[in-house]
């Protein structure tokens, strides 16, 4: 479909308030033109009625026909010949003209009967006032015609119009400009957010509109689009610095896979040497792909990609596999595990990812409990979750490491866990899972306390 020819608002603002203008105006000048017919007609007949019953005054019935008798009475008369628009006459019943005063041109074919009257066109125009000349029995003795031109009036009116429509044009252009000037206002802002927003690249995250005015519409915009430009920046560089993290913590063993293999290249060895060499590149390479899989997950994550199978799951029997996989290492640390479980213990979610979740959380326990220590795994549940709680002893952490706990390749104590083989990954991954899970994980310490972890979890419809 062809896209219809837009043009724009500024420009349609503009024809908008022009055309309202201009009817409203038009409106205004109709009113005001018919306003004025009608005082004009009014004043006309006013000055028709007060001739004839002047006129009325001063009609003699002479032998039983009527005529005017002209007396110092009849002030009409006088008046009435210097003014060629205004005429009286005095007519026989039967319509045949006894006397006329004034102008000649009075038109003919008035009809006999009370009233007012137009007569004729334009400059032609006659108003016609008549009315009976009664005897004392009040019976009709003939009539009597007042008239006046209509010329000056309709002159008057005529006059009015041209100058009304001589002054629209102007006046509409005035509209025009002023309509132009108020829409350039009202949009200089979104010009502006405009602008800017096409200065933005990623580059140039950090720009901002920065928009000063009221917080009205286009104040709210700006500052919408300004938190939206938050919002982008801050994921943009939390993925910079994830990607820079992840191609950094993949380096440093590829690195000392170059290195070892380069050594043992160097020189003929025996096949027991490569063998044991072999052995610690499998071990590197293992790492590798422990760490690439984490990776993988949390850029799923991120896209909310992650393809999860939700059931009902027994997490006691999740929680004792896993606690019996680690005993070994936890015997080898000589750390004493205490789980408190109940036999049923039903939650809803993927039992792989819940598995990864708490093997990443007893794993860090085992790492990070001071040799000899406890870690007690208990759990509790209410009416729409049940609660995990996993608790180590030892020196505990500040609270601002609690704080970055979860965050992506934070290590608290980066040279120690270096030899522990943490990549920094195991807890934000335990996040994303308890977040994908519609839960909560969060860590608890004090001082000389130890460290523990609540993790919340939806139980299933059902329980
Ligand atoms: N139970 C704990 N007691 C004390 N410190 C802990 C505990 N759990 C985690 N930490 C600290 O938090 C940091 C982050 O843990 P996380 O599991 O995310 O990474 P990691 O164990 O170092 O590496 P990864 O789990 O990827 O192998 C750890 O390096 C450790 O310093
Ligand atoms: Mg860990």
Known sequence: ??????????VRLTLWYVLLSGLLLGAFGLFQYLQTRQALLESVDTALEVAVSQALGSVDMENGAPAFQVTEQFPLASRLMLQSDFAVRLLRVDGREVERLGDATFPADAPLQTGF?????????????????????????????????????NQTLARLATRFLLTLPLALLLMGVIGVFLAD??????????????????????????????????????????????????FFRREQRFVSDAAHELRTPLTVLKGQMEVTLARPRKPSEYQRVLQSLLEQVDRLIRLSNALLFLSRADQQQVDWQPARVNLSDVLAAILEQLQPLADERR??????????????????????LF????????????????????????????????HNSGPGLPPETLRHLFDRFYRADASRDRTAGGAGLGLAIAREIVLLHKGDIRAESAPGKGVTFFITLPVPDDE
């Open 117 to 153: 009257v137009t007569l004729g066109q334009g400059e032609e125009a006659w108003r016609v006032y008549t009315r009976p000349v009664l005897d004392t029995q009040g019976r009709t003795q003939g009539w009597i015609q007042a008239a006046q031109s209509l010329e000056a009036v």
């Open 359 to 390: 093997l990443n959380v007893l794993d860090n326990a085992i790492k990070y409990t001071p040799e000899g220590g406890l870690i007690q795994v208990q759990a509790e549940r209410s009416a729409a979750a049940l609660q995990v709680r996993i």
């Open 185 to 234: 206002r009202a949009l200089r802002p979104i010009d502006r957010i405009t602008r800017t927003a096409a200065t933005i690249s990623a580059g140039t995250l950090t720009r901002r509109i920065g928009y000063q005015g009221p917080d009205d519409e286009l104040g709210r915009l700006a500052h919408t689009f300004d938190q939206m430009l938050d919002r982008l920046e801050d």
């Open 1 to 10: 479909m062809p896209e219809r020819p837009h043009l724009p608002v500024r």
């Open 335 to 356: 750390l004493t595990v205490q789980a408190e479980l109940p036999p049923v213990l039903p939650a809803w979610g993927d039992p792989d990812y819940l598995t990864r």
